[in-house]
């Protein structure tokens, strides 16, 4: 898919990792760039700000389908980046499984919708 005039989802977008993609898409002529994310980790503690119009961050849980096909609509393409990773999965391993699973399946269902 052609990144150029497209919106995009990204889950998980203000983690450490998701956030980054963000200014990659608009580098490469993203038209929007929504970052769904539950913000357990706090807004701005793990993630570089973006500060661009076609910036939006919507907050919302990959555990809640409803969220995700609402936060979907409009969007051409979605990177799932939505995780627990090591620290957060031992402190944590259920939702951990919950997040990591659930959650990319969420996110695979809502984007046909």
Known sequence: M????????????RS???????PLLLEQGAARVVLFDNL???Q??????????RVAVVQGDVLNR??????????????????????SISKNPELGVQVNVQGVIN???ASVQ
């Open 2 to 13: 052609d990144i150029r005039g497209n919106s995009f989802l990204v889950t998980g977008g």
């Open 16 to 22: 450490q990792i998701g956030a980054h993609l963000a």
């Open 40 to 42: 357990m980790f706090g």
């Open 44 to 53: 701005d503690k793990v993630s570089p700000s973006v500060d661009d119009d």
């Open 66 to 87: 409803d969220q995700l096909v609402e936060a979907m609509q409009g969007v051409d393409g979605v990177f799932s980046m939505a995780a627990l990773l090591t620290l």
């Open 107 to 109: 996110a695979m269902e």
